[in-house]
């Protein structure tokens, strides 16, 4: 079968009420069999159904397009030309295969559909079990509409990945294979079970308890074992020393930009709140109260945590004053961290035109006032770090992460003798094992230092 370049596409003794469009991908011709962006979907070749008012043969002349309301049924995979449909081996993932959708990536491939026809939805499986809308829209809220949307992607990709390589969507090895590919490009272990939680939800399927899953990610631990406690790729230290100094001291002299720098930083590590939890503290009564010694938030009751429990809606957060009664220079230096101090001023200087209930709101442009996200408050903690190491001379490091703060606040914390109780109520933990495997870091302990010292000390003869 070849390609026609000045009359319509149909076989020769067969099908001869029948339009064979091509998905012309890729070429800029004027020339290509699918004028219809729609029906260019994965290199299909797709055959109209005939109108049923059609009674027999008739003969379509050169140029001529013929339409169907009854949509277009999918051609056999035998007339398919490059057809795999045969071979259901392991698919090799060579970089110049055109358009192959790569597992997991976060990105879908330019010419690759988002919403490909015939991908079910969440909503349409609830709705096939016959629950009402009304059910439906509750189920549908068990999980954030991030999350939703993220699973949905999944989905998309996984349904995607299955047609470019002929693998059945309601199969565990197609799975397996779906995962086996993503972490073939180097996708981290929660990534992949983040994939394995969307596609349990679409194929309606425990796959976390399969035992094939299981054994999958038991050797990917084998494979890529965890190193254990990872040391701070900022100091949180230097940080503190250059937030009392200049521009950020004093408070009433310095710019809106760097008091509200400084305030976002020290509530942050003071809390050990995520980004988004920062991003709903409200002033509003009664979730803003000021005490003489501590300002005490909670979170909009609007906003969902992401574990959405009564212990973690519940939780306040208590921003403690520090040195607020100074007797020397040194404490007077430490006065200037006192995060009630900074909360304070901040609420005063952004009266004048705030247009949001939100604690942080933006200082300047054309939204002034109105609520920060937390894709600005996350840069704005970005910012401040890189600022201090840049006001001391210092390289600034790379990958810095708006989340590290709950990691270095918590783990600064437990040094200096926090219990894992406190630890936990702070950062809404409901296990201290959370912090041990996922947020500590190597702060190295004075007495590992001690040690250390002691060693060389050899350097003076006895």
Same mark, same amino acid.
């Given at each position: 079968?070849?390609?026609?370049?000045?009359?319509?596409?149909?076989?020769?003794?067969?099908?001869?009420?029948?339009?064979?469009?091509?998905?012309?991908?890729?070429?800029?011709?004027?020339?290509?069999?699918?004028?219809?962006?729609?029906?260019?979907?994965?290199?299909?070749?797709?055959?109209?159904?005939?109108?049923?008012?059609?009674?027999?043969?008739?003969?379509?002349?050169?140029?001529?397009?013929?339409?169907?309301?009854?949509?277009?049924? /999918?051609?056999?995979?035998?007339?398919?030309?490059?057809?795999?449909?045969?071979?259901?081996?392991?698919?090799?993932?060579?970089?110049?295969?055109?358009?192959?959708?790569?597992?997991?990536?976060?990105?879908?491939?330019?010419?690759?559909?988002?919403?490909?026809?015939?991908?079910?939805?969440?909503?349409?499986?609830?709705?096939?079990?016959?629950?009402?809308?009304k059910l439906t829209a509750t189920l549908l809220d068990s999980r954030k509409k991030e999350t939703r949307s993220i699973y949905r992607k999944v989905w998309i990709r996984f349904n995607t990945w299955c047609q470019e390589f002929s693998f059945p969507t309601q199969s565990h090895k197609s799975v397996l294979e779906f995962l086996q590919c993503g972490a073939d490009k180097g996708l981290s272990v929660s990534t992949l079970k983040g994939q394995v939680s969307a596609?349990?939800?679409?194929?309606?399927?425990?796959?976390?308890?399969?035992?094939?899953?299981?054994?999958?990610?038991?050797?990917?631990?084998?494979?890529?074992?965890?190193?254990?406690?990872?040391?701070?790729?900022?100091?949180?230290? /230097?940080?503190?020393?250059? /937030?009392?100094?200049?521009?950020?001291?004093?408070l009433d002299k310095c710019s809106l930009k760097d008091l509200t720098f400084k305030t976002v930083f020290l509530v942050a590590v003071t809390t050990a709140r995520r980004v988004s939890e920062l991003e709903a503290l409200s002033i509003r009564p009664p979730f803003c109260v000021i005490f003489p010694d501590r300002v005490v938030f909670k979170t909009d009751p609007a906003f969902l945590p992401k574990v959405a429990s009564k212990f973690h809606r519940s939780q306040?957060?208590?921003?403690?004053?520090?040195?607020?009664?100074?007797?020397?220079?040194?404490?007077?230096?430490?006065?200037?961290?006192?995060?009630?101090?900074?909360?304070?001023?901040?609420?005063?200087?952004?009266?004048?035109?705030?247009?949001?209930?939100?604690?942080?709101?933006?200082?300047?442009?054309?939204?002034?006032?109105?609520?920060?996200?937390?894709?600005?408050?996350?840069?704005?903690?970005?910012?401040?770090?890189?600022?201090?190491?840049?006001?001391?001379?210092?390289?600034?490091?790379?990958?810095?992460?708006?989340?590290?703060?709950?990691?270095?606040?918590?783990?600064?914390?437990?040094?200096?003798?926090?219990?894992?109780?406190?630890?936990?109520?702070?950062?809404?933990?409901?296990?201290?094992?959370?912090?041990?495997?996922?947020?500590?870091?190597?702060?190295?302990?004075?007495?590992?230092?001690?040690?250390?010292?002691?060693?060389?000390?050899?350097?003076?003869?006895?």
């Amino acid at each position: 079968m070849g390609v026609s370049g000045d009359r319509s596409l149909r076989f020769q003794g067969e099908h001869k009420n029948t339009l064979v469009f091509l998905s012309g991908q890729g070429r800029g011709s004027k020339r290509d069999r699918c004028p219809i962006p729609e029906l260019a979907i994965r290199d299909l070749l797709r055959l109209p159904t005939p109108s049923s008012s059609t009674t027999g043969p008739e003969k379509i002349s050169a140029g001529e397009h013929l339409t169907y309301p009854c949509g277009t049924p /999918l051609a056999q995979e035998g007339l398919v030309f490059g057809s795999q449909a045969t071979d259901h081996r392991t698919p090799s993932f060579s970089s110049s295969s055109r358009g192959s959708p790569l597992a997991g990536s976060s990105t879908v491939p330019s010419g690759t559909q988002m919403e490909p026809r015939g991908v079910v939805t969440e909503e349409s499986l609830l709705r096939s079990k016959g629950f009402s809308d009304k059910l439906t829209a509750t189920l549908l809220d068990s999980r954030k509409k991030e999350t939703r949307s993220i699973y949905r992607k999944v989905w998309i990709r996984f349904n995607t990945w299955c047609q470019e390589f002929s693998f059945p969507t309601q199969s565990h090895k197609s799975v397996l294979e779906f995962l086996q590919c993503g972490a073939d490009k180097g996708l981290s272990v929660s990534t992949l079970k983040g994939q394995v939680s969307a596609l349990s939800v679409f194929l309606e399927s425990p796959l976390a308890s399969n035992p094939w899953v299981i054994r999958f990610f038991r050797a990917l631990s084998r494979q890529k074992p965890s190193q254990g406690p990872s040391f701070p790729k900022w100091d949180l230290s /230097l940080v503190l020393q250059v /937030l009392t100094g200049l521009p950020f001291e004093p408070l009433d002299k310095c710019s809106l930009k760097d008091l509200t720098f400084k305030t976002v930083f020290l509530v942050a590590v003071t809390t050990a709140r995520r980004v988004s939890e920062l991003e709903a503290l409200s002033i509003r009564p009664p979730f803003c109260v000021i005490f003489p010694d501590r300002v005490v938030f909670k979170t909009d009751p609007a906003f969902l945590p992401k574990v959405a429990s009564k212990f973690h809606r519940s939780q306040e957060v208590v921003l403690p004053s520090f040195c607020s009664n100074p007797s020397g220079e040194r404490e007077f230096k430490f006065s200037t961290l006192d995060v009630r101090r900074c909360i304070l001023q901040y609420l005063e200087l952004t009266r004048a035109f705030r247009k949001s209930d939100s604690l942080f709101v933006l200082f300047s442009g054309t939204r002034k006032g109105q609520k920060a996200s937390r894709r600005t408050i996350a840069r704005w903690l970005r910012l401040v770090i890189g600022q201090a190491y840049s006001l001391s001379g210092r390289e600034v490091p790379t990958g810095i992460k708006a989340h590290s703060t709950r990691a270095v606040a918590t783990s600064q914390a437990e040094r200096a003798g926090a219990t894992p109780d406190q630890i936990c109520k702070a950062a809404t933990w409901s296990s201290y094992a959370t912090f041990i495997k996922h947020y500590r870091v190597d702060l190295v302990s004075a007495g590992e230092q001690a040690f250390g010292r002691k060693v060389l000390q050899a350097v003076v003869p006895p």
